[in-house]
Each structure stands twice: as structure tokens, then as C-alpha cells.
């Protein structure tokens, strides 16, 4: 077999895995939050005035809704622990490559409020104006009732959401692209519209948000080789949206029409 088969079949072997990789988990998300916005636009009533919602009840019943948060939380982690297997397998160190360690914590942990301010504050903005535009739906970041366990449930799903996207969508999927040869624009132009598009559901201003994040990231990672810091940046993000919202008042909320 010459070098060039090699690389053909290297990058057929990691083509098939992403894709599979990509349907387990924020793959499988984009299919549906693509069918979530058509239903959203065949609606009757307006995109803007309809709501889309991250953190639903899943029971009236506290103690089951507090089991399948915890569950869903749990399993939507397989897919962190099925790439990071599949590196290890092919002698590629999550630690070293990835940059998934404590070594750095004082990089990690600047980098990750840094970037977290720097996104956060024009994405609000971002927010507001496709909601004036009408090119996306309310956003409702928790309709869980105000029980003991409901803060500590929000923090955790931000740490799961940050953990799965940036793991996967950054730190496994540019690694593969990279082995497999394609150009860092290509690169970050895949992982940007793979982040955006499972966003689709919220309307196209949280596509466009999220796959300008996308390329920050990606960017970064390239730079970098470390994870930790987007991880950190991403939980902040979500901790700040989903607790604060459960947190706030309603009127406020009303106010700022979130």
C-alpha cells in the first residue's frame, strides 16, 4: 500500500467515525433542532413570539423531574467517553493533544473568563436584535420549578453542555480533521457550522452566534491545544444564562424579554 492509500483510507476510516461520532450526540441534535425551526416557521405565530427552551421539566412529580435531569445529564456524557476513547485507542493523549488537564490552571481559568466576557456580552446584544429582526425565538434558558435541587441541576447541565460541546465539537473533531489533512479554514469552517446548526431550533441569530463562537474557539484550540479554557468559558456562559434567569424576577425577565 503507498502513502497516498494510506491517507485515503485513513481519512475513509475517520470520516465514518465522525459522522457516527456526529449522529450519537450533537449530530443527532442538529437533525432535530433543523425539523424544531421548520416547525417553528410553518407556525402560525411568528417566530419571535414563540419560545424555545433548554432546561425543561421533564415531571410534575420533584423527585422523578430531579431523576430524569440527572439521568439525562449522565447520558448525554457517553459520547465525551467514547471519543476520548477512541484517541487514547489511537495513542492521541487527551492530556497532551487536548490539553484536558489541571496543569494550567491559572491559563485555563483567565482565558476562560476572558473569553466568556468577550462572547457573552455581544451575544446579548446579538440576542436583542434578532428577536427585533424576528429571526429568532424567545429564549428560555430553565422552565424547572424553584425546588432545593434546581440551582445545583442548572450548574451541572452547564457543565455537561460545556463539557460535551467542547470536547467533541472542538477539541476531537479538529483533531481528526487535522490528521486527516484538510486546511485550518476548512477546519474551523466545519466545526463553527456543526456548532451552530444544533442551535437551530433557537432561530438563525443563535445559528449565526453560536458559529461565530464556533470559529473563537476553534481558533483558540488551534493555538492553544487546550480545551480547558473553552470548557470554562462555556459553563460560565451557561451558568450566568441558566441560573440567573431561574433566579431572576419575573418582571425583569419580562424587561428584558429574554
Do not use: C
Not at 450526540?25 to 424544531?36: E, T
Not at 405565530?45 to 423531574?65: C, I, M
Not at 467542547?166 to 474551523?188: A, D, S
Amino acid at each position: 500500500m503507498t502513502l497516498e492509500d494510506s491517507r485515503q483510507n485513513t481519512r475513509r476510516v475517520y470520516t465514518a467515525e465522525i459522522v457516527i461520532v456526529l449522529l450519537l450526540s450533537l449530530g443527532q441534535s442538529a437533525v432535530y433542532a433543523i425539523v424544531s425551526l421548520a416547525a417553528k416557521l410553518t407556525a402560525t405565530v411568528p417566530l419571535a413570539q414563540q419560545t424555545a427552551t433548554l432546561n425543561p421539566s421533564r415531571s410534575p412529580r420533584p423527585y422523578l423531574d430531579l431523576t430524569y435531569q440527572l439521568l439525562g445529564i449522565l447520558f448525554d456524557l457517553v459520547p465525551v467517553a467514547l471519543v476520548l476513547y477512541l484517541l487514547i485507542r489511537d495513542h492521541i493523549s487527551p492530556s497532551r493533544e487536548l490539553g484536558i488537564d489541571y496543569r494550567r490552571p491559572r491559563f485555563d481559568l483567565g482565558w476562560g473568563f476572558g473569553l466568556a466576557a468577550a462572547i457573552g456580552i455581544p451575544g446579548l446584544l446579538l440576542v436583542y436584535v434578532s428577536l427585533q429582526l424576528g429571526i429568532n425565538a424567545q429564549i428560555v434558558p430553565s422552565a424547572l420549578a424553584p425546588y432545593w435541587w434546581t440551582v445545583p441541576v442548572l450548574i451541572l447541565s452547564a457543565l455537561e453542555n460545556s463539557i460535551l460541546e467542547e470536547v467533541i465539537v472542538v477539541g476531537y473533531l479538529i483533531t481528526r480533521l487535522r490528521t486527516m489533512g484538510l486546511t485550518p479554514v476548512w477546519i474551523v469552517a466545519i466545526s463553527a457550522v456543526v456548532r451552530g446548526s444544533y442551535h437551530l431550533y433557537q432561530g438563525f441569530g443563535a445559528f449565526l452566534g453560536n458559529a461565530v463562537m464556533g470559529v473563537v474557539f476553534a481558533l483558540f484550540f488551534l493555538r492553544t491545544k487546550r480545551v480547558m479554557p473553552l470548557i470554562v468559558a462555556h459553563a460560565l456562559l451557561d451558568i450566568t444564562a441558566f441560573v440567573g434567569y431561574q433566579l431572576l424576577p419575573d418582571d425583569w425577565l419580562s424587561w428584558l424579554r429574554v
